[in-house]
């Protein structure tokens, strides 16, 4: 459903050295499949999803969705082909409500807006009336973007660490439902996470490092792999383990 061939980003540092953030990334991704992206910080994850969702633009190779090449459509053209994606921090959307949010996000689709706080973990009767405005909270915030992109009828949905700033009791509720989406729809997910809960929901891992993917394999392998090593967060291999 959707295909990278040879995707580069590049950026020029203050002293016009070109800098690649992602790096000849080739991927396929098949329809209905859930795949987590995961891998160290400042790997590329996030710029990854950028790419896809047309917020940035490649400086070489070519984005393919359901055949069509997108390389060029605008972050509108690629929602209306039903593409989203929950950014990592949420921006605020000020002077509406959370439930016109939602509504906004449905359009034509019939939703339940309680049930959709619902399976964010949120209180639905505390936060439908709700501004979006800065009172929110970080964690409130980022529940009510993972919302409003369920409210959606998306083909490909793009999460980017849904778990972040979440508490572990709405963090179970967030994981269930993207075991619920998985199982009973058509879409496909990729969600950025580094969360084991997340990655035991997955078809595929892909782990992306240095701009590049270090590796995709099957959940099984990934967990086994990541009980062998010890994470000691140098980015070398060092006397304690691995880095990842
Ligand atoms: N506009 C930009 N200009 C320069 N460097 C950038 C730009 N955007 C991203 N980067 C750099 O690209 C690298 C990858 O960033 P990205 O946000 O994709 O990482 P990530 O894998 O999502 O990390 P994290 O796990 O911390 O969210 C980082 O080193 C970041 O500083
Ligand atoms: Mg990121």
């Known amino acids: 459903m959707l295909e990278l061939k040879n995707v580069s980003w590049t950026v020029e540092d203050e002293r016009g050295a070109e800098n690649d953030i992602i790096n000849d990334i080739s991927l396929t991704l098949d ?9 160290p ?12 969702m047309g917020i940035l633009r490649p400086t070489s190779g070519q984005i393919l969705f359901n055949g069509t090449d997108i390389t060029h459509l605008s972050i509108t053209e690629r929602a209306a082909m039903q593409i989203g994606y929950a950014f990592q921090a949420p921006p605020i959307f000020k002077g509406i409500t959370v439930q016109q949010l939602l509504t906004i996000a449905a359009g034509d689709r019939k939703i339940n807006p309680m049930q959709l706080l619902f399976d964010v973990g949120l209180c639905a009767g505390e936060y439908i009336t709700r501004e979006m405005d800065s009172g929110l909270s970080g964690g409130e915030l980022k529940r009510i973007e993972i919302a409003s992109i369920l409210a959606r009828d998306l083909k490909l ?3 980017d660490e849904p778990e972040a700033g979440i508490d572990l009791w709405s963090f179970q509720r967030l994981a269930d439902t993207f ?4 199982r009973d729809l058509d879409t496909t997910l990729l969600i950025i996470s580094h969360q084991e809960r997340i990655m035991e929901l997955a078809d595929e891992i892909i782990v992306i490092e240095n701009g ?3 590796e995709t394999t099957d959940k099984e392998s990934f967990l086994n792999s990541l009980k062998l090593k010890e994470s000691c967060g140098c980015g070398e291999t060092c006397e304690r383990g691995v880095s990842f």
């Open 157 to 159: 949905a793009l999460f």
């Open 179 to 182: 075991g619920k989406i998985h």
């Open 41 to 52: 910080n400042g790997g590329g994850k996030s710029t990854l999803a950028k790419l896809i």
């Open 212 to 214: 590049r993917v270090r």
């Open 31 to 39: 329809d209905k499949k859930l795949y987590v992206v995961t891998g």
